[in-house]
């Protein structure tokens, strides 16, 4: 099967991929809304890790746009298909 890049892809490697990635994604959501529960901005900020926040805001950074081109995909294909 070709995708829209233009390469052979493993359509049951892709499916795999994504359901794993789905369960360390809600994995990690759960991890953030532990902290994000029992500590303000302010203490996170203050008591934190400079390093450390940096690090987890840049991975919710990069997942964010990464999503937001799969969602802009499938509104593009869905709009196509109406």
Same mark, same amino acid.
């Given at each position: 099967?070709? /995708?829209? /890049?233009?390469?052979?892809?493993?359509?049951?490697?892709?499916?795999?991929?994504? @359901?794993?990635? /789905?369960?360390?994604?809600?994995? @990690?959501?759960?991890?953030?809304?532990?902290?994000?529960?029992?500590?303000?901005?302010?203490?996170?900020?203050?008591?934190?890790?400079?390093?450390?926040?940096?690090? @987890?805001?840049?991975?919710?950074?990069?997942?964010?746009?990464?999503?937001?081109?799969?969602?802009?995909?499938?509104?593009?294909?869905?709009?196509?298909?109406?």
């Amino acid at each position: 099967m070709v /995708s829209g /890049s233009k390469k052979q892809i493993d359509i049951a490697r892709l499916k795999a991929d994504l @359901a794993a990635a /789905s369960v360390e994604l809600l994995s @990690a959501h759960c991890a953030a809304d532990r902290v994000r529960l029992q500590y303000s901005p302010h203490d996170i900020v203050a008591f934190g890790e400079p390093r450390t926040l940096q690090r @987890a805001i840049a991975s919710a950074e990069a997942l964010h746009s990464f999503f937001s081109q799969v969602q802009a995909q499938i509104n593009h294909e869905e709009g196509a298909n109406r």
